[in-house]
């Protein structure tokens, strides 16, 4: 490699970094001020912000776990389905994973359970923090 192709290697790996950072602190903001505003009660359900709380911890971990399954999904389907031919279970889970029909049926109802978390979220976190 010459020194050019380094220095362009080299600024890529610190544009990763960034937007690693800036994402991570994006994130963690929004998480803040989501948890700050259930428990200051501008939730726009009415309940107990312990019991708030709880739900949105619940939702959170729910859509982490359901988007992490997606992507395990479609790295997947790249996978090689003899690989696993000689642990029977293993194999039959990847045919499944991996057809059309199923494949589609499982990122659709990702999707659908995601969609609802977000609105178990919404409803959870701020409603009427910036009314005047």
């Known amino acids: 490699m010459s ?3 380094n220095e362009c290697a080299d600024f890529y790996k610190f544009l990763d970094y960034a937007r690693y950072t800036f ?3 994006i994130t963690l903001a929004a998480l803040g001020l989501i948890i700050y505003c259930i428990s ?3 939730a726009a359900i009415s309940g107990h912000p312990v019991i708030l709380l709880i739900i949105f911890v619940i939702v959170t971990v729910l859509l982490a776990y359901l988007e992490g399954l997606q992507i395990a999904i479609m790295a997947l389907e790249k996978q090689d389905r003899e690989a696993f031919k000689h ?3 293993s194999y ?3 045919v499944l994973a991996t057809k059309n029909h199923g494949k589609k049926c499982s990122t659709v109802s990702c999707r659908e ?3 609802c978390g977000i609105c178990g979220v919404c409803l959870c976190a701020i409603d009427n923090i910036f009314d005047v």
Do not use: A, E, I, W
């Open 40 to 42: 200051h009660g501008y």
């Open 23 to 25: 994402s991570t602190v």
């Open 87 to 89: 642990l029977p279970r």
């Open 3 to 5: 020194s050019r192709d």
């Open 113 to 115: 359970t995601v969609l």
């Open 92 to 94: 039959h889970n990847h």
